[in-house]
């Protein structure tokens, strides 16, 4: 290992148990403020003390020690229970704005409501982002005694609220929210003609449980609002002629991947047969644009969709995966090319998303929130992207007990009808002594599959897959029971402990004496930090626990680095003994995460650009919303109109460019640079736009005030909106490439030249 990087470590080591001392030192004087002589009457007249003070502007550290001694005795008498030290060391890390890793069961749920009580004195509200909703309303009916009784008010925010109850939500003290709801909710809130239509208040400090997950998995995925859907402009026919072409060209000697397999494209061979299968001539010619996209779509759908893995055809519809956690993504959507693309392969109808009106990623949502902090297990393995992308330090939170959990090496196998027989071995045999199992698979076909082999082996399990959050919980809940059997995706049932037993204490000693909760993972992830999720799920608070991976060198992980070409004897039954492969599997695990960080980065170098001219455009918007700008009613809501209708047009415009641009650079500059100057010149046009249709239409008006007259000239909200997240595909610039795509944006911006009035380049 590099000196440097040895000497980096040793000194974050250094500073973390700096920290722990810190944090231990003020935790015992937390305990030595000792409330239990105080009866509650006292105990609530302190926290009145605490809101004026901290309202009057006295530094919440300063009121810290005493906030917090507060909490753990209001905990101790409503709930039952005392926090441990390690717990008020957590919230004193989240109040000074960390990320903290705290193992799983260790009560992250309590560490937050510190922090979140102290920063609520203030009056200026705390919000909670959860992973569900079900966790949001759980979190928030468990803890609501501890704020309630110290004189703060919390709620919850479900998806199916109306818009007065999201209001009075967001108006609590604590609100404990899914992050996208929160998103969507600003949306909303952007897209506003009228202030009482709009639920948020200014934003002040947040608490990001599950922030792996949130801040890193999810965090570059586009929330998106729309105007209604309608029938999308291709005809399914066509459609489904690019989908049977694109089976054709599905042989090696057609076409070429990138380097992370994350895209392909059309050789010179493919692009004749293509040519030959459509009749067309020749493929790249300026009127035959329109076919290039639609065959890269449906190329791509072909070759890189896979059905139950990466989406699932339920009642009709297609529905996507969630890479991370193996669940359906609920009303999540590629872009709608290929959205359209996927249903044709599937021979469905495709529907359009409708015209987008804003859009915005959880990341840059999250970086509206003056303060952010954030806990989940495991942050340590990608502490470096918490502090690139957010400037959040990682902390690691001991634990209150020593982990005593065995960690087996990987058993690996040569190919996957070996590794499916040898799971179904272990399950059974450690089934049969009644020690409980969660199995941790790839995909929902992979734990249909294995169920499917438990039941001819005659062990029962429960498989869970569905997007049913609260039965979800339930059944993780019940994992740890004697002889229960749960085959899972990824992480179904997050934020849900599992407890020896499921909570009896006589079955929980039963179940430690057999070894405690036994996880399998039937796969590894390209991250180590979701391998480390999948084993965290057992061995919580000291309990006894184990875990394995099985792994076979036909897993796509591990044919995509050729690692199976490094094995002589293929097709053998029996486990590989050879740590140099267990050497190997975590080096591709590095560099696929090394292949992240930087594909994340690359990605934010396009969305932050139109985030910032997003921000600058809705400063405005939100000053005259307000009131703050001195207008007559009718220049209110006309500016706002227009302001809106001029942002979608150039959310549409960006969105053509990006198709190109991002795919690779224009008469060979820069992608980035390229994007970077077409969108700076589209954008400042906008203000221009804006006065001069906002004048016309207010001549139009005639000054006048009468709402009914806006609803004649169409000045209005959208009759409905829909919310939806779209997946945004990586496309790994290729440098002087002239692909499909490029040839459609370079042909889209001079058709939009004109309009945009953009120079040539």
């Known amino acids: 290992m590099n000196v440097a990087v040895k000497l980096m470590r040793k000194f ?30 006292q105990l609530q007249v302190e926290s009145r003390r605490l809101q004026k003070e901290a309202k009057s502007g006295t530094p919440l550290d300063e009121l810290l020690v005493d ?171 066509d459609g489904i002629r690019f989908a049977e072409v694109a089976r054709q060209l599905a042989q090696v000697e057609y076409y070429d991947f990138d380097e992370f397999q994350r895209n392909v494209y059309l050789n010179e061979a493919g692009s004749a047969k293509a040519e030959s299968l459509l009749g067309c001539g020749n493929l790249y010619e300026i009127h035959h644009s329109h076919l290039l996209v639609s065959l890269n779509c449906a190329l791509h759908a072909e070759l890189l969709l896979k059905k139950d893995v990466d989406y699932i055809v339920r009642d009709g519809n297609i529905e996507l995966i969630d890479e991370y956690t193996g669940r359906v993504a609920e009303n999540r959507h590629l872009p709608e090319a290929l959205q359209a693309a996927l249903a044709a392969k599937e021979g469905l109808q495709p529907l359009a998303g409708g015209k987008i009106l804003g859009t915005i990623t959880l990341q840059h949502f999250l970086s509206l929130y003056p303060k952010i902090c954030g806990m989940t297990a495991t942050a340590h393995a990608s502490a470096m992207d918490f502090e690139d992308i957010y400037r959040l330090q990682v902390v690691q939170i001991p634990p209150n007990r020593p982990n005593i959990r065995i960690d087996h090496p990987h058993r690996i196998y040569t190919h996957k009808e070996a590794k499916l027989k040898a799971l ?87 179940v430690a004496k057999l070894g405690g909760l036994y996880v399998i993972g039937t796969h590894v992830n390209e991250s180590v930090r979701i391998d480390d999720q999948l084993r965290g799920r057992s061995g919580r608070q000291g309990d006894p626990g184990a875990s394995v991976f099985f792994v076979s060198l036909e897993d796509e992980l591990l044919l995509r680095f050729g690692i199976n070409k490094s094995i002589r004897n293929l097709k053998q039954d029996e486990a590989l003994e ?57 220049e209110q809501r006309v500016r706002l109109f227009y302001i809106d209708k001029f942002w979608a047009d150039h959310l549409a ?96 911006r001079n058709i939009l030249r004109p309009i945009f009035k953009l120079p040539k380049f």
């Not at 909303?188 to 792996?212: G, Q, S």
């Open 424 to 510: 179904v071995q272990e399950i059974s045999s450690v089934h049969r002594a009644g020690r409980p199992i969660l199995i941790g698979t790839s995909s929902v076909g992979e734990s249909n599959i294995l169920a499917e082999a438990l039941e001819v082996a005659d062990v029962p399990c429960h498989v869970l897959n569905a997007t049913n959050d609260a039965k979800e919980a339930e059944i993780i809940a019940k994992a740890g029971e004697i002889g229960a059997v749960t085959v899972s995706t990824n992480m179904a049932g997050r934020g849900v402990d599992i407890r020896l037993g499921g909570g009896n204490p006589t079955q929980a000693e039963v």
């Open 653 to 748: 415009y960006v969105s053509y460019i990006r198709e190109g641009i991002h795919l690779e650079s224009l008469a060979s500059r820069n992608p980035i640079d390229e994007f970077h100057a077409q969108v700076t010149q589209a954008y400042e046009q906008i203000l221009a736009k804006i006065n001069s249709e906002s004048a016309n239409m207010l001549v139009r008006l005639g000054g006048s005030n009468d709402p009914a007259k806006w609803e004649k000239f169409g000045l209005k909200s959208p009759t409905s909106t829909r919310t939806y997240i779209i997946n945004d595909q990586y496309i790994q610039n290729k440098r002087n490439s002239w692909t499909t795509t490029t040839v459609l944006a370079y042909y889209i």
């Open 12 to 41: 974050k080591h250094h500073d973390t148990q700096n920290k722990l001392k810190v944090y231990q030192d003020k935790a015992e004087l937390i305990r030595k403020r000792n409330l239990e002589a105080w009866d509650d009457g």
């Open 67 to 237: 906030a917090y001694a507060l909490v753990c005795e209001a905990a101790k008498r409503k709930l039952g229970l005392q926090p441990y030290d390690v717990q008020i060391m957590a919230a004193i890390a989240l109040h000074e704005r960390f990320l903290i890793e705290q193992h799983t069961g260790e009560g992250k749920t309590l560490s937050a409501v510190m922090p979140a009580y102290l920063n609520a004195l203030t009056g200026e509200g705390v919000h909670v982002l959860t992973f569900n909703d079900y966790l949001a309303n759980r979190d928030a009916e468990w803890m609501g005694p501890i704020y309630r009784f110290l004189g703060l008010t919390v709620d919850s925010v479900q998806a199916d609220m109306s818009l007065f109850e999201k209001r009075e939500a967001y108006a609590k003290d604590i609100t404990y929210v899914t992050a996208k709801e929160a998103g969507f909710d600003y949306l909303r809130d952007m897209i506003a003609l009228n202030e009482v239509d709009t639920v948020h208040r200014p934003f002040h400090y947040v608490i990001v449980d599950e922030a792996d997950s949130l801040l890193l998995d999810e965090a570059r995925v586009p929330l998106v609002i729309a105007g209604e859907p309608g029938s999308f402009g291709n005809d399914g026919n």
């Open 578 to 634: 050879d740590s140099v492969l267990r050497s190997k599997i975590a080096q591709i695990q590095r560099v696929i995460m090394g292949q992240n960080f930087d594909i994340r980065q690359e990605l934010n170098y396009y969305s932050d650009m139109v985030e910032d001219q997003r921000r600058i455009l809705y400063e405005e918007r939100l000053g005259i919303l307000k009131g703050e700008t001195p207008m007559s009613p009718s």
